[in-house]
């Protein structure tokens, strides 16, 4: 789920940099609008919003598994 949300946050930065860039060298004119610019930015804001999210709900996991076994291996000692 991460890596299909990583995959969707950097093609539609990269389809908003492409129609930016079509906007000011006038191609592409026929799919080039500001909503369609705007609907890319938000696809984009929310994807990584989630991404991180979950990569912060995995990092704290890890960090709670690791504690648990340091404190095993601190009363074995």
Do not use: C, H, P
């Amino acid at each position: 789920m991460k890596k299909i949300l990583k995959i969707i946050s950097t093609v539609s930065i990269v389809l908003f940099g492409i129609l930016w860039i079509s906007s000011k060298f006038d191609f592409l004119t026929e799919y080039n609008s500001s909503d369609i610019r705007t609907f890319f930015v938000l696809i984009y804001l929310f994807t990584s919003l989630k991404y991180f999210q979950m990569e912060v709900k995995d990092k704290n996991a890890e960090i709670q598994e690791l504690k648990l076994k340091l404190e095993k291996t601190k009363k074995e000692i």
